[in-house]
């Protein structure tokens, strides 16, 4: 049993968080996702999750590419997590390449390239630049 486990935000759901989750399901057997709280995300991201974290996870279990969710609380925590959840390949985009080479120890590092032209903070701007027309 190959187990990918990947994470992130996943606020405002988009075709570039379908698109990682596909591809990381395809590297295994079973895909866990660890969803950032919305506490983690305000640390990491500087604000609240339009989508709170609960609404983010239920999402995320509903998708046939998903197998488990999780709630991230720490960035810190990615080593503990791959061993609770016995991990074999960590997938992150590449907007993150080689922050998490450290973890190598424990399990397979991959980066994919992400998905252009997209992300949850393009999509803010989009709606509030459309709002003020
Ligand atoms: N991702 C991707 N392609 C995109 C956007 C995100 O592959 N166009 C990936 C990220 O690399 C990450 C995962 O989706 O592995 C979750 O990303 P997240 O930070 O939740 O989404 P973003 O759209 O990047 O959010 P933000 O604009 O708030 O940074």
Redesign the pocket.
């Known amino acids: 049993m190959k187990t990918i486990i990947?994470f992130?935000?996943?606020?405002l759901f988009?075709i570039?968080?379908l698109?990682?989750l596909t591809r990381a399901r395809q590297l295994g057997d079973r895909l866990i996702v660890g969803v950032s709280s919305d506490a983690l995300n305000i640390r990491k991201?500087g604000r609240t999750p339009v989508y709170d974290q609960q609404d983010r996870m239920q999402i995320l279990e509903a998708l046939k590419c998903v197998d488990a969710v999780f709630l991230e609380e720490s960035l810190e925590k990615k080593a503990d997590y791959i061993q609770q959840f016995d991990a074999n390949v960590l997938v992150?985009?590449d907007?993150?390449t080689g922050r998490f080479d450290a973890v190598s120890r424990d399990c397979e590092v991959i980066y994919?390239p992400?998905?252009p032209s997209?992300?949850?903070?393009s999509v803010i701007e989009v709606v509030k630049t459309k709002g003020e027309r």
Do not use: C, E
């Open positions: 990947t992130g935000t996943f606020d988009h570039g968080h698109n990682i991201k992150m985009g907007d993150w994919l992400r998905t997209i992300s949850t903070t």
